[in-house]
């Protein structure tokens, strides 16, 4: 067999790290090199992951796994052990090249790191943690970097991945332990939690200790985060809704990804034969921001689900939320507290920051909301302006109907 080019290993395990949702670098500590010390920066550049901060910006990562030979057979993973997949592996020197290489054209701010299990979990580990401290220590590369960490490698091991990371994630993988023992039988959810817990404590010592000591080691500044496959196995999404929740409060997360079960190759019999529609991932990510940005508790945004504890996918969890609750409204935007015009359907925070402001020094009528707002129509029913009542329009039957969105026709040859 030919011995693999670089180029031909980084085009296999670059595509094999798509299925990794979490690469976002939003959170973490500004620095530069523009004092002529070091090289890189985490706030400049554009390349070739594409992931958005919450601030709108576009960040570019060099997405790749170390390897994608792994000895865990998970069900749903094109790179378990079973699959039939082409196999390749970068030595942690090469992936430093890479790093430098493509950073000094300009290319990428950063690095996301993973890899499949190779020898052992803490074998691993080690070599993840190797790319990092190559960075870091020998070139002193102070461009962002995020290590997928693996939890069932030595604990002492995951908490060195902080000391050079600036932010860490530990997958849980799927939302409910009976899919975890169905689906992924090599791993098991209290070592998951376990793992992330030790991470949590950690980030939390290292920020009390730079309140104290300004010469304090940094550790995860951009924190931790996780992702779970949604669609693998039964759950529901209140079940996934209230399996972030937990892992938001007991590990102060910053980010639960979501990403829709995939249909590989040769897949298993367990699996199911279709993907889930991807309006289903992006309503959970609608349903994160609300109790994340709007106050909603987790039990709440399970209320907006139907019978069968899945979010609608024809209109977005706050508006079935406030059609399932409409005793909540209309909410006059003249007098009502932030906190209930957060509730109302289709009004944003930035819009209601700005609707606070102007209502200082003026009644705020129908066509101010409009303003601010990308279709006042979804809003009507809900509130009340100087010049505005909807009177019976809030208790309608067809309330839904008319504010869903049409159906179209789609065109085969369109």
């Known amino acids: 067999m030919s011995r693999q080019t670089v180029m031909e290993r980084l085009a296999i395990l670059a595509d094999a790290a798509k299925y990794d949702a979490s690469c976002a670098s939003s959170g973490t500590t500004k620095r530069d090199s523009r004092d002529g010390k070091g090289l890189g920066s985490t706030t400049e550049g554009m390349g070739i992951c594409h992931a958005y901060a919450p601030d709108g910006r576009c960040i570019s990562l060099l997405k790749l796994l170390l390897t994608n030979h792994c000895v865990f057979d998970c069900h749903y993973c094109i790179n378990r052990k079973s699959s039939n997949v082409r196999r390749a592996r970068f030595t942690p020197q090469e992936v430093v090249d890479l790093t430098l290489s493509f950073y000094r054209r300009n290319y990428i701010e950063g690095l996301f790191l993973s890899s499949g299990i190779?020898?052992?979990?803490?074998?691993?580990m080690e070599q993840l943690i190797e790319v990092a401290r190559i960075l870091r220590e020998e070139h002193n590369f102070r461009g962002y970097i995020h290590l997928k960490t693996i939890p069932e490698a030595d604990p002492e091991l995951v908490a060195q991945a902080g000391l050079w990371a600036d932010r860490v994630s530990i997958n849980v993988e799927l939302p409910t332990d009976a899919g975890l023992a169905r689906l992924a039988p090599d791993k098991n959810s209290a070592t998951i939690e376990g793992a992330m817990g030790s991470l949590s404590t950690a980030i939390d010592e290292a920020r009390d200790s730079q309140k104290r000591f300004t010469k304090a080691p940094r550790f995860a500044p951009a924190g931790q985060s996780t992702q779970m496959i949604v669609g693998a196995d039964g759950a529901s999404d209140a079940q996934i809704v209230g399996k972030a929740s937990t892992l938001y409060v007991r590990f102060a997360l910053r980010r639960v990804y979501y990403s829709a079960f995939s249909p590989i190759p040769e897949a298993s019999a367990v699996l199911p034969l279709k993907r889930p529609p991807l309006m289903r991932e992006h309503r959970l990510y609608q349903s994160d921001w609300l109790m994340r940005f709007y106050g909603f508790a987790p039990h709440e945004v399970q209320a907006a689900a139907d019978a069968d504890g899945m979010l609608p996918l024809d209109i977005d969890p706050k508006l079935a939320w406030a059609l399932k609750f409409r005793e909540s409204f209309p909410v006059d935007v003249n007098r009502a507290p932030r906190e209930a015009l957060l509730r109302v359907p289709g009004l944003g925070t930035k819009a209601i920051d700005a609707l606070l402001a102007a209502r200082?020094?003026?009644?705020?009528?129908?066509?101010?909301?409009?303003?601010?707002?990308?279709?006042v129509k979804k809003l009507r029913p809900f509130i009340v302006t100087a010049d505005w009542r909807p009177t019976l329009l809030t208790d309608r039957a067809d309330l839904r109907a008319r504010l869903a969105p049409k159906a179209e026709q789609m065109e085969l040859f369109g």
């Open 360 to 375: 200082r020094y003026r009644s705020i009528r129908l066509e101010d909301v409009a303003r601010l707002t990308v279709s």
């Open 118 to 124: 190779i020898k052992s979990s803490s074998h691993t």
